[in-house]
DNA sequence: TAAATCTTTGCAATCCAGTTGCAAGCATAT
DNA sequence: ATATGCTTGCAACTGGATTGCAAAGATTTA
């Protein structure tokens, strides 16, 4: 195990299981969101279930955050190292209609939002759609 | 029928049957987004594919647009008059972590979001999520 | 007006991602 | 080595979304 992903467990007070490294290294490969199912067709030794709680593991130790990006199927990306997933972490999303996939656009943080009198923003979920560069001809 | 109902109707080109009106006119009622179970719980005595179906049928003629709020439902809402839900009409949701309601935050739309070369946006579901005025004491 | 055609509706069934209960396996602490 | 607790795998369930099909209704055509 390297010491990038040791770091990444121990940063979060994490296990490192067999599952979690396989799991983590696979996340870390990545240049895009991958659901659970992507994990499954990646892992298919390993049971759904499993796969489903070591992602949410993940999420709760914030190792990774969660998009909706209209598929229906939740998707998963790797949080930056110091990332809080509070409302100062959050970056948009963008999501390919014709390829499917999901990126995170991190280099762009969401602006303050004009909310109503009162409202209180806590997390955020951006979603911009249309086509990535590779679709785009 | 009244003349609002029938204008939204002849302005997106649907013929007004008598299961449309009831879900326009209770969709106009709302001041927040509604879930296919809302309308479910709303109208009885009617099919919950049909009104899948009406939902889905306002969506095409852009009479509403839906919000993935993150509870795993998609929501609808009443688009503005002259919606063509193309980029420029877009506009940012609210949910509210507590109560889980949806709110159209139609008064803000969305700014240009800096996108990596080639890449285009068409739409975008934006949503905000935290306390609403109401849950926020 | 009746027949043919198209649209809408209701019912039943299916799909599938997400989720949970439970028991076995594994690791750590006593 | 024994007990305790976390992790994994299996199987089953849940619930929202969706579809096929036939009946009902509306519209057009002859």
Redesign the interface.
């Known amino acids: 195990m390297n010491d990038t992903l040791v770091k990444k467990f121990s940063n979060r007070d994490l296990k490192p299981t067999a599952m979690r490294i396989l799991v983590l290294r696979f996340l870390m490969e990545q240049t895009k969101a991958i659901s659970l199912s992507d994990l499954e067709l990646a892992f298919e030794r390993a049971d759904k279930s499993t796969l489903f709680r070591t992602l949410k593991t993940f999420e709760q130790s914030k190792l990774v955050h969660s998009i ?3 598929t229906g199927h939740l998707k998963y990306a790797l949080c930056l190292e110091e990332c809080n997933c509070s409302a100062v972490d959050l970056h ?1 999303h ?1 999501h390919c ?1 014709k390829c499917k996939e999901t ?1 995170c ?1 991190t280099n ?1 943080n969401i ?1 303050t ?21 590779n679709c ?1 001809h």
């Open positions: 909706e990006d209209g948009y963008f209609i990126y656009l762009l602006p939002i004009d909310l109503p009198k009162n409202f209180e923003m806590q997390q955020a979920n951006m979603v911009v759609k249309g086509l990535c560069a785009n």
